[in-house]
């Protein structure tokens, strides 16, 4: 049998390794969303409801980014495995990351005229959240990806 602690033909490319953000998801994020929240307390007005409200939503709101953006991670790992092939995966990653980005205040903006509509009341410090949350999770992939490029 053979030791798999050592590569057996060193021309073989090693395997990425895996995912480890799990402490990043489950602590991370919303230690991240809720010390940024604290910077808009005063559009709060010092409201703990308010700011509770606010905080799971973007707790909420940046998780889900960051599993879609993980996925697509996982993604472009499994399509572009080689050493060879690091630079494509980065611009890959990082183009995804752009679209997905963008794209998902986009929905939100859209869900928020969607819910005006229909008579929910919608304030601006929702969508003050976004930036906060965008801004949470550029920070957080920002450092996971120095780790592991």
Known sequence: ????????????????????????????????????????????????????????????????LWLVLRWWLLYTRSNYPD??????????????????????PVALWLLVIVLARVGVSVSGLHLLQVVASLASLGTIGLGYELLYY
């Open 1 to 64: 049998m053979p030791n798999r602690t050592f590569q057996t033909n060193p021309f073989e490319p090693a395997p990425l390794e895996p995912l480890n953000d799990r402490w990043l998801r489950l602590i991370g994020i919303p230690a991240t969303v809720l010390l940024s929240n604290l910077l808009f307390l005063d559009l709060y007005e010092y409201s703990r409801w308010a700011y509770l409200k606010t905080s799971l939503l973007g707790i909420a709101y940046t998780t889900l």
């Open 83 to 104: 050493v060879g092939q690091t630079g494509r995966r980065v611009v890959v990653t990082f183009a995804g990351y752009v679209v997905f980005c963008t794209a998902s």
